[in-house]
């Protein structure tokens, strides 16, 4: 089932949440609304689910459009964070609850309900728990008995809201590949929200980031990490380094690093005043070698290593700039990632100094967030 979403506007009072959505979703497809907290993904899932009426703008599955269609009438599966289980009903009633509760003409016989619900307690593998009651069950199994009442009703479409967010980080990743592997042999159109970024990329075939009301940019995990739109997607996709500097004409400038690079076309133009601007760069991005005075690093700066952190075939580097003192609180400090094997062959040590190549580096004006360049 295709969800085209058009326009869609929504306010609360004298504040407008969503400013004129347009999305389509396709058949089957996996889609994350990832974004921080009040952006609007939570009140776009409720508004494909019906819980809320926009004020402008259409919302369809397939060719029908669902604005005005109530939403028990719109065949979506609703999944809360929290799963909103009845606590004082088995596992197996409260799968059996939304098939017991339709209209009589609608209703199916005990012997089908009864069947139904032990197929769906194989298909979440919890075949043995259907006489337990919720409290006796663990997070994990109390999410999975959620999806299975959702899903027994048949939905066209399936709405997950912070579906693992109240659960531990094991159960979390757990939970997560089997959801994915679940949606995948179903071919169910599913969306979900979530602020998690990991949980993002570990399930969704697609990722729509939201900010302020707004689709900032759609795509894989892959292309909003290598290609994003603009600064917010730099910053809030993946680990990111920012550090200050001026703009010049076509030459950006840090003095507390003794950083300089061509910054290309810039909204500073031709001018020979100075602008406040802004280097982007990933952690990844960052080569190191050891300082030698007198002898420049092509497109690098100078630092000092303040901490380094082994994880795993990698080593976090936490970098200040050369001339700053360990203990100057107001510094800044930049994040390197560099192979174990790398940091290990050159010796280095807390406290070494560091000529630090940056790669890929986005140079972002005060008045130019949106377009960043790479370098």
Known sequence: MTIHIQKIRKSFGAQEILHGIDLHIQTGELVALLGPSGCGKTTLLRLIAGLESPDSGDISFGSDSVVRVHARDRRVGFVFQHYALFGNLTVFENIAFGLRVKPRSQRPSESVIRDRVEGFLKLVQLPQLGRRFPAQLSGGQRQRVALARALIMEPRVLLLDEPFGALDAKVRKELRRWVRQLQQSLKLTTVFVTHDQEEAFDVSD????????????????????????????????????????????????????????????????????????????????????????????????????????????????????IDASPQDVGADVLDAEIPRSDFDRLGLREGDLVSARLNRVRIVTASDTTAPRAQ
């Open 206 to 321: 697609r990722i729509v980031l939201m900010n302020a009301g707004q689709i900032v940019q759609s795509g894989s995990a892959l292309e909003l990490h290598d290609s994003p739109s603009n600064d917010f997607v730099h910053s809030f996709i993946g680990d990111s380094n920012r550090i200050r500097g001026q703009i010049t004409g076509h030459a950006f400038r840090s003095a507390p690093w003794h950083y300089a690079v061509n910054a290309g076309a810039s909204s500073a133009g031709e001018s020979s005043e100075a602008a406040a601007a802004w280097a982007r760069f990933r952690p990844h991005d960052v080569e190191l070698q050891h300082f030698s005075k007198g002898v420049p690093v092509e497109k690098g700066l100078s630092a000092r290593i303040l901490r380094a952190t082994p994880m795993g075939a990698l080593v976090r580097v936490e970098l200040l700039p």
